[in-house]
């Protein structure tokens, strides 16, 4: 299907990007890979009169890693994230999640702030978002701040940015790197095992649930 037709702005500086989301009354969206924006396009469910692309703002791009955690700017796409060898020591749930977004073109364009602001119950990086705790660092009209992924999120295809706002980085704490805890004791049924859920595992843990299968081991011994 066609797409609707639209005005379209390639700003070259965060202000400028801001100045021009501002100025159409909520009718202006970003546009980054254009992988979740497009097809909406297509169906007709957005229909902006503006659309301003975020490719030239360098600084939305890079992939920084300290003792604080793991920084990505908006703009980093998953093959980014795969090309990074330093991520799987530095966040191993991130490097081995993005290898299951869709499959290389998409991954060659779809970008980690789109996927945060596009906010799919079914996409990889909202669900890493609120595993672990991430900071979601936006800039609009009205300034800097930055949003918990808990409350950034507010239902399906729905976030707290304002139509003038535009994510620049997300950032993800270092030790929150996410355990895979055993689920409560009544639910060890044998159906519901490694059960992803917030939590803190120890940097450079091996499996936080090693006491887990100790335990079912010791299990497995005594029924002979
Ligand atoms: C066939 C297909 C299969 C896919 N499979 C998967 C999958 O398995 N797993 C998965 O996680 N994803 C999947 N996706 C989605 C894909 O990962 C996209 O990369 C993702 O939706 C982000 O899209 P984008 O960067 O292209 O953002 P766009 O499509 O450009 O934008 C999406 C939304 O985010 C807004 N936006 C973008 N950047 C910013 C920003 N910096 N600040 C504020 N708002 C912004 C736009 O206004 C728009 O509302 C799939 C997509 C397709 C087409």
Not at 53 to 60: I, Y
Not at 65 to 73: A, C, E, R
Not at 193 to 208: D, E, F, H, K, S
Request: charged residues 25%; positive net charge; hydrophobic residues 40%.
């Amino acid at each position: 299907m066609k797409l609707p037709p639209f005005d379209y702005a390639c700003p070259t500086t965060l202000p400028e990007a801001i100045e021009l989301l501002a100025s159409h009354d909520g009718d202006a969206k970003a546009i980054a890979g254009g992988q979740s924006l497009v097809p909406m396009l297509a169906f007709r469910l957005a229909q902006p009169t503006l659309l301003v692309d975020l490719r030239k703002l360098a600084d939305l791009r890079g992939i920084r890693i300290s003792d604080q955690g793991v920084t990505l700017g908006a703009m980093v796409r998953w093959r980014d994230i795969e090309d990074d060898d330093r991520l799987k020591t530095a966040h191993p749930l991130l490097k081995a999640a993005i290898a299951h977004v869709a499959h290389y073109q998409i991954r060659n364009r779809g970008t980690v702030g789109g996927s945060i602001a596009h906010a799919d119950p079914a996409a990889e990086m909202p669900g890493i978002a609120m595993t672990c705790d991430a900071e979601i660092a936006v800039v609009g009209k009205s300034g800097a701040h930055v949003i918990q992924a808990a409350d950034f999120f507010q239902g399906a295809l729905t976030t707290a940015l304002a139509p003038d706002e535009i994510i620049v980085e997300i950032r993800l704490p270092a030790l929150g790197i996410p355990g895979i805890r055993p689920p409560p004791r009544r639910f060890r049924d044998g159906r519901s095992r490694g059960v992803l859920r917030p939590g803190r595992a120890r940097q450079g843990a091996q499996c936080p649930c090693r006491g887990h299968r100790r335990r079912r081991s010791a299990a497995a011994a005594d029924r002979g």
